[in-house]
């Protein structure tokens, strides 16, 4: 029989869609176990925060953004002035030219190249603020004042494109061939990570500073194949000894974590603070208490580069969750050990428009 277990505290924000989705997500053929992180919310038909343990594998439980991840690149800057670095910024909608990249590019998908897309993706210049655990940061290289880049991101269609010829057949069934599926799964989990790399090559070039290799690269939308079994996540890290970044929001710090899960956590850990307000209340709250200015710098005095106005409300600091409770039950459930916080300077959404390029359709 399988089972379910959510690894939140009774003060945490958890929606009973959420609860519900896990529980029916058990209800599925083979399935052994359900694990819901303290950033569990709903999602289109299975829920985010959750690892699932199956001996069946379905595409649907990863969902379309195959490989996507957060990776964390140290970068050292001379003079870090937020409003300097906005403005230098590259646009990060537009494609590299796949001549740019060396070497073979994952499953031959060559659109959208150094790109960020939208939703909660971004890329963030960040300060490491508190150091929590001095003898990991100094492994990871990291000192309280040092800069890093952080970089979310999927695998931009090519997930999509793979959960698309499968659903058009089989619907939320499982797959027929799971190796067949595994095999192109694989290749947008190398595509992310690839991708990831050279967003943060871009911007480093941008700001004047030398591309480094990442410290963290951990994606949260994947399949492991773990004794024989499936391991499904969606909306959830590795955290099977292992380094995550737990993304807060523009607007509060992110945590970076020594992860240490075990079996009934789905050897995961949660990715982020979670939503606790869908995109459409989050725009129609947002539009009566804040201003486009108002969301373009933060409580912590980071900017927002985002030429978006629906998605600056969409995605405002006050549609997460606190990332401070979703961190605090990772470590009072024995899933994490914080080691530095990162603050925000800059994030990166999607580049300002300038009014032509508004009148010329572009976006």
Known sequence: MSTVTVLASPASWIESDAVAQCHQVAALDGMRHVAGMPDLHPGKGAPIGAAMLSSVLYPFLVGSDIGCGIAVFPIRLKRPVAEKLAARFPDLDRPLDPAEVDGDIPAGHRESLGTVGRGNHFVELARVGAVLEPGHASRLGLAAGDLVLIVHSGSRGLGERILRAHTEVHGAGPAPDPAAYLASHDAA?????????????????????????PIVDECHNLVEVRDGLYLHRKGAARGDGRDVLVAGTRGTPSYLVAAHAGPDAGYSVAHGAGRKMSRADALRRGRAKHTVEELRRTPVGSLVVCGDRQLLFEEAPTAYKRIEQVVGDLVAHGLATPVVTTVPLVTYKTAERTAGDRRRGRR
Do not use: K, Q, Y
Request: no cysteine; hydrophobic share 55%; glycine share 8%.
């Open 189 to 213: 989990v190398a595509w992310g990570s690839l991708n990831r790399r050279l967003m943060a090559a871009r911007v480093a070039h941008a700001l004047g500073a030398r591309p480094a290799e």
